[in-house]
């Protein structure tokens, strides 16, 4: 058997970085455009191996200058490495916000960020369970709000104390999820959309 290789595919620019990288391993190479011609060209040239419509990022993949390089940056840019990209937004943002006020970044600041984002984080890590499931829920922000409104009442309007006020806050939100939960197994019963039950 010889060592021929078909390269089939419709770009010069692939046909030619194919044939370079394949002609440097001491393999015989044979290109054309499409597949037809392809398999028209098969008795005659009786391949070792046809590697039909080589890709783009094979071909960079396979190129020798700087090829870790434009793998990193081709899988960042189309979202193999989406967590970096939240990284790097998240360092621009910061750097952005730092210029235009030099306490941005202090210690302060950020403990008062971390503090504030607590609610939402909770509440986020809450919806992800739901979303999971491949269900929707509507009424977390409502819950989040009147759970809140109940501890911040009880707490300032009846002086209780921190404990009793967080439970309260704690059985007020089963209540509303236990509602909601019940509204959601009837709509699915009655086939009901849970977007509908969930928009409070």
């Known amino acids: ?3 021929t290789i ?3 595919d ?3 620019t692939v046909q030619k970085k194919a044939s370079g990288i394949l002609t440097g391993e001491g393999l015989d190479v044979v290109t054309v455009s499409n597949g037809v011609a392809a398999v028209k060209k098969l008795p005659s040239v009786n391949p070792l191996v046809v590697l039909a419509d080589v890709v ?3 071909a960079g993949a396979l190129d020798s200058s700087g090829d870790a390089r434009s793998r990193a940056l081709r899988r960042f840019i189309q979202g193999d490495l989406a967590s970096l990209r939240v990284v790097v937004g998240l360092a621009v943002i910061w750097l952005v916000f730092q210029t235009q006020n030099d306490r941005f970044l202090s210690a302060q600041n950020l403990t008062n960020l971390m503090l504030q984002i607590t609610a939402v984080g909770l509440i986020s890590i809450g919806i992800v369970f739901v979303l999971l499931l491949g269900e929707i829920d509507l009424s977390a922000a409502f819950a989040g709000g009147v759970c809140a409104a109940v501890m911040v009442r009880l707490m300032v309007g009846y002086d209780l104390s921190w404990a009793v006020t967080i439970g ?3 059985i007020t939100g089963m209540a509303i999820g236990l509602l909601i939960g019940l509204l959601v197994a009837l709509a699915q019963y009655y086939a009901v959309s849970p977007f509908i039950y969930t928009l409070f």
């Open 1 to 3: 058997m010889g060592r």
């Open 56 to 58: 783009e990022a094979a």
């Open 168 to 170: 309260a806050a704690l």
């Open 10 to 12: 419709d770009s010069p």
């Open 6 to 8: 078909l390269v089939a």
